[in-house]
Structure formats: C-alpha cells, structure tokens
C-alpha cells in the first residue's frame, strides 16, 4: 500500500519567517495531495490540495508544490504568524486498481510547527 | 449545515465493555470515513463507505471492530470488547466526493479505556 513519510517532525520558526515541510510518497498512482492543519484539541481542517496534473499552487501564504517524478510534495508558508502554529499533515490518495477514485488517503505522521512572537 | 456530528464528544470505559460510536455526516456527502489518532500511530483510517457500502475496511484493527452505515445520515464504529489500547481519539470525515476531495472532520470522539 501506500506509504507517505513527512519531515520534519518538529520544526520552530520566528514570525515572519518562512516553513517548509517535505513529504514523499512510494505510490506513482497516487494522484491527489491534500494538507491538513490539526490545532491543539481541534480537528484537522484542510488547507490547500494539489492533483497530479498541477506542478504548483499558492493560496495567499501557503504554497504547495508536487514533483511527481521524485514523488514528493512541499508546504511553504510565507510570512509566518504565531496563530499558524499547528500540527501540518500531509496526505496522498492512492487510486485502486482501476484507477477510479475509490482509493483511500494516507496521510503522514505530522509536523508540529511553533511560530515564535 | 451543523458540520460532521459525532457523539460522545468523550467516552470512558472499562475494559471488556462495549462502545458504540455514532456520526452523522453533512448531507449530500456520499463518503464516510472513520479515522483513529494517537500519538504513537497517528491519523489512521480505520474505514470508509461509500454510497454506505463499505470499500475499504484494510484499517480496521482486529475482529473486535465494526462499523455500519445502515444509511446516509448516520453510522456506529463498534469496539468489542474495548481494550485500553484502543484508547485514542476517533474522527468521523465526510467528503462529497470521494476519498480524493476535501474531507470535513467532525469534532472527534475521545475514548478512554481503564
């Protein structure tokens, strides 16, 4: 199945600087790459999302940019504010065999992002 | 619409006891999913159904879960009987569109097993 590995684990950053955070994945059939933000106690919301036949995409601050060939995906945030402080989780869609959109979303083992004042 | 409705908010059992989680998704969604959160494991998906016909159950731990969506606005995740290593918080997600469309989370369950 599907195995999508993100870093770092834990990243800390002053306000107003940028983030980035990596993730692979092992699928080439995987077409579909969302993120999510989880805030303490909360649940996770999504923030941006990419499909394979876009390279990149921005929303405001946030950015995400796929290279399938290398089969991995980015989350840049510019201009950081304490409130982006969150745990990030990034995810991919594994198509099923037939290529429908029946298949299921793996999602990495998250990144606690601390913005400091 | 109310969002994913998911009830308890926070359940706490003793072990060998059965739980039954509840979900209502918004409606029109025609995807379910059932997720688990803990730290060792992160999020993981235990299920999802669509059009209430479960597709994908691989997640599901072991015999001791089950799930139903006996229709469009409501389904159960069953644990028994609990073990204290099912201790996590439980996400319901519905999406409109399939697993490859935003998923909108409902506010998780918080299970508690002593």
């Known amino acids: 199945g599907e195995n999508v590995e993100q870093h770092p684990s834990t990243l800390s950053v002053q306000e107003g600087d940028s983030a980035v955070i990596k993730c692979t994945y092992s699928?080439?059939?995987?077409?579909?790459f969302p993120w999510y933000k989880q805030e303490l106690g909360k649940r996770p919301q999504l923030i941006i999302d990419?499909?394979?036949?876009?390279g990149e995409k921005k929303d405001q601050r946030i950015a995400v940019t796929l290279n399938k060939t290398a089969k991995h995906f980015s989350l840049h945030i510019t201009e950081t504010q304490p409130e982006d402080s969150a745990v990030y989780f990034c995810?991919?869609?594994?198509?099923?065999?037939?290529?429908?959109?029946?298949?299921?979303?793996?999602f990495g083992q998250g990144t606690i992002l601390t913005v400091h004042p | 619409d109310a969002g994913v409705i998911q009830s308890p908010r926070h359940e706490v059992t003793e072990m060998g006891q059965e739980v039954t989680l509840r979900c209502k998704p918004i409606?029109?969604?025609?995807?379910l999913f059932w997720y688990r959160q803990t730290m060792m494991r992160g999020l993981e998906l235990l299920i999802y159904?669509?059009?209430?016909?479960?597709?994908?159950d691989s997640g599901m731990p072991e015999d001791r879960f089950s799930a139903k969506m006996p229709n469009a606005s409501f389904s159960t995740l069953k644990i028994q009987p609990s073990e204290p290593r099912d201790s996590a918080v439980y996400f319901c997600?519905?999406?409109?569109?399939?697993?490859?469309?935003?998923?909108?989370f409902g506010p998780g369950t918080r299970l508690t097993v002593t």
């Open positions: 997600a519905s999406s409109p569109r399939g697993p490859d469309y935003e998923q909108y």
């Open positions: 699928d080439s059939a995987s077409n579909y």
């Open positions: 990419i499909r394979s036949n876009v």
């Open positions: 995810a991919a869609s594994m198509a099923n065999a037939g290529g429908t959109s029946y298949g299921k979303l793996t």
């Open positions: 409606s029109g969604h025609n995807s």
């Open positions: 159904f669509n059009n209430n016909v479960p597709i994908d």
